[in-house]
């Protein structure tokens, strides 16, 4: 190339790009379209360019990235946002505070304040995401709003990696994350999202809430399209007028039913009932518990409801 680092100012162009880094003598990034540039830098031996403006927006495919500051590593075909930016692809969107694509992977990971949404299962044709949706105009649903769609979900957290590919989808997020779906809300210290299976898996302080009932545990698995799930580990069942704890617990929300399993003690009202089994239902205010020995003992406290994490 003959020079170490080409610099092109392109002050009051609104749409540059690579046609202007190849008129400076740099080539043009392979496989990426770049709009919104208002200075461009090239450097010939990390074959690296600097793109910024306001903002900046880089596409390949379906993938594409909005930030005021964006680095393109040539050799290793690698996206990365610095200053804070968003991202979308037909599966998921959102914003970060650094954002890091591996374009052939179509492996994507970020950090700082992530919030966004995903899509619950296969992409539909004419997604908001596939034309370009919210994150890569720069605005992302907080982890507290519901989604639009009824098939996507909003997430918040401190960390996500998401694969885009069509045949192994997931996200995995931690950090304090928060993940809505109409009226249920998971939350945990770390929750792994398959698109294939439609299931969430949450770990550490995971609680699943709707309205005033959650169901609390260390390892909880959700099917949020069915309203199921299972829990392991301190399991803990918080309602209205009821409070509950057992080693293992299965929730179906459509028949608002919990089955409780393995030293299962509740607490209603003033009265305390001991089982090894106890099948909840709540529409019907029903509790069929089972079991040796099962017993109920009258004017016990309730543990206090747990903190939310």
Do not use: C
Request: hydrophobic residues 45%.
């Amino acid at each position: 190339m003959g020079a170490a680092l080409i610099v092109v100012a392109l002050a009051g162009l609104s749409d540059a790009g690579a046609p202007a880094a190849r008129a400076a003598g740099a080539p043009a990034p392979l496989g990426i379209d770049v709009s919104g540039a208002s200075r461009i830098e090239y450097e010939d031996a990390a074959q690296e360019w600097v793109f910024r403006g306001a903002p900046v927006v880089v596409v390949r495919g379906t993938l594409r990235i909005a930030a005021p500051e964006i680095l393109y590593h040539g050799g290793a075909h690698q996206i990365e946002v610095l200053g804070g930016g968003a991202i979308s692809t037909p599966t998921f969107e959102f914003g970060a505070e650094r954002i890091v694509a591996m374009l052939p992977a179509r492996h994507v990971t970020a950090s700082g304040s992530v919030r966004g949404r995903f899509l619950g299962g296969p992409a539909a044709p004419g997604d908001a995401a596939g034309r370009g949706g919210a994150a890569a105009q720069g605005r992302v649903s907080s982890g507290g709003d519901a989604a639009p769609d009824g098939r996507w979900a909003t997430f918040s957290a401190e960390t996500v990696e998401a694969d885009d590919r069509p045949d192994a989808g997931q996200i995995v997020a931690t950090g304090q994350v928060a993940v809505l779906r109409g009226d249920q809300q998971l939350r945990a210290d770390r929750i792994v999202y398959d698109r294939m299976t439609r299931q969430g898996t949450a770990d550490g302080h995971a609680v699943l809430a709707q309205g005033a009932d959650r169901l609390l545990a260390d390892h909880l698995v959700a099917d949020l399209d069915r309203g199921e799930a299972e829990a392991r580990g301190q399991v803990r069942l918080e309602g209205e007028d009821m409070r509950g704890v057992a080693d293992h617990a299965t929730l179906a929300q459509r028949t608002q039913t919990v089955v409780l399993d393995g030293h299962v003690v509740l607490y209603r009202d003033r009265a305390r009932l001991e089982a090894e089994r106890a099948t909840i239902r709540f529409a019907e205010h029903t509790t069929i518990a089972e079991g040796h020995p099962a017993k109920i003992i009258s004017g016990a406290e309730a543990p206090p409801p747990e903190t939310s994490p």
